[in-house]
């Protein structure tokens, strides 16, 4: 029988199947199934070659320290854990028009300005387009080396060339195409193989490579997420379209930590470190309304105070909506329900809704103490403490359990001027009692109940 010379891979996943379906069976995911010419068969049956004996090392031993580059823009230097580290690859995913090519084309002419050989390749620009960019970040006189290509094997070709660049960005993986392969370019197969060559190549020459992805909200697009495990470091661009921060996450990191964030403002004149986001995301707060609560959160190593709204109205419709932006609607639902049975707070006939102003996404538990503070406000008309802030985790039976670093928060807030703080009660054995930093009063709170009193008014129904 002849081999069959297509085959169905999915596009979201890479899983392979052997007729077209229209959900694939591996992840789920409706129409990401597509043909693709099969590769030449592999030398399945043919025994393995004898290959060399490896050399064992004792796991203790002298090793160098990495060096890292330095990019010259703090919040990228901070989230990729200091520095560039040499032959290290850095996947950076967002939606489009996110700002990737904003970023990386600042970063890439910070670094040649300070001395390192900088190639940029735009699989999507023209020369033109990247230069006019350029120019209105005031970078054109950055001694960048500039390409628009998309064959992979000229890119290689070129990058294999005598002198090795230091720090190579290619905008975007899903541009680039390998003409050994049948596939369009963007498929997973395309993708993979091209990730997988720039990779070896990278790490061969000792080179920085970014490798610049797409990621649509779906995933659908041939999903850089086959590229994932193949690279040293992911980094997740991301923001509202609307707002004009953009966050910078570290997903992976094979050199550093992968809580930390950078946080930059779009501006007409690309983006802009913002060293000191507290400030910037409480920057509209309007005191005294009530309904709003300021939550003293943590992004790695870096306390974030960010303000948490909440509007409790009663439900015009038969089922209450509950809806939430920047955080995680199941936690809000079990909040609710938490508050229904500890402290009696009917909350049947209103809609919640909930915010996270400024754009930001919260994925800590310990937001909710400042999201019940919030709710309490609105259902109850009565605003929190203007110049609170709260942080701690609740509980199914209601305890407003212990979170991280309660040290550095209450020092955050106090520097934004912040005069009182509710808090978990402190574990008197783990935790040495630290006195509160100076001009702040702290409340400690260990059931939900104790909060009941900073909002007296017509709270719904009692039981
Ligand atoms: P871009 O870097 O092209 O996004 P990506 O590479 O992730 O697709 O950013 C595009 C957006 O950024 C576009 O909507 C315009 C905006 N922008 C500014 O607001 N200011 C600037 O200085 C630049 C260069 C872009
Ligand atoms: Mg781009």
Known sequence: MAKSTVRYVCQSCGAVHGKWAGRCDACGAWNSIAEEAAPEASPQGKALAKGRVLDFQPLSGQGEPTPRRATGIGELDRVTGGGLVAGSVLLVGGDPGIGKSTLLLQ???????????????????????????????????????????????????????????????????????????????????????????????????????????????????????????????????????????????????????????????????????????????????????????????????????????????????????????????????????????????AFGGHDVYLNVAGGLKIGEPAADLAVACAVLSSISGVPAPADGAAFGEIGLSGEVRAVSQPDLRLKEAAKLGFASALMPRRLRSANRKSAPPEGLSVREIGHVQDILNLFPANRGKEP
């Not at 390409?147 to 290619?170: F, K, N």
């Not at 975007?172 to 050994?180: A, E, K, P, R, V």
């Not at 707060?285 to 105070?305: D, K, M």
């Open 107 to 345: 970063a890439a002419a910070r670094l040649a300005t300070a001395g390192a050989a900088c190639v940029y390749v735009s699989g999507e620009e023209a020369v033109d387009q990247v230069r006019l960019r350029a120019r209105r970040l005031g970078l054109a006189e950055a001694p960048v080396k500039l390409a628009a290509a998309t064959s992979l094997r000229d890119i290689a070709a070129t990058l294999d060339a005598a002198e090795a660049p230091d720090v190579v960005v290619i905008d975007s993986i899903q541009t680039m195409y390998l003409d050994t392969l049948d596939s369009a370019p963007g498929t997973v197969t395309q993708v993979r193989a091209c990730a997988h060559e720039l990779i070896r190549l990278a790490k061969r020459r000792g080179f920085v490579l970014f490798l610049v992805g797409h990621v649509t909200k779906e995933g659908t697009l041939a999903g850089p997420r086959v590229v994932e495990h193949m690279v040293d470091t992911v980094l997740y661009f991301e923001g509202e379209r609307g707002h004009q921060f953009r966050i910078l996450r570290a997903n992976k990191n094979r050199f550093g930590a992968t809580d930390e964030i950078g946080v930059f403002e779009m501006t007409d004149a690309g983006l802009a470190e913002v060293a000191n986001p507290s400030a910037l995301f409480l920057a509209e707060r309007r005191g005294n309304i009530a309904g709003s609560c300021v939550f003293a959160g943590l992004e790695g190593s870096r306390p974030l105070l960010v303000e948490i709204q909440a509007l409790v109205a009663p439900a015009a419709y038969g089922t209450p909506r509950r809806a939430v932006i920047g955080w995680d609607s199941g936690r809000l639902s079990m909040l609710l329900a938490v508050m229904e049975a500890r402290c009696g707070i």
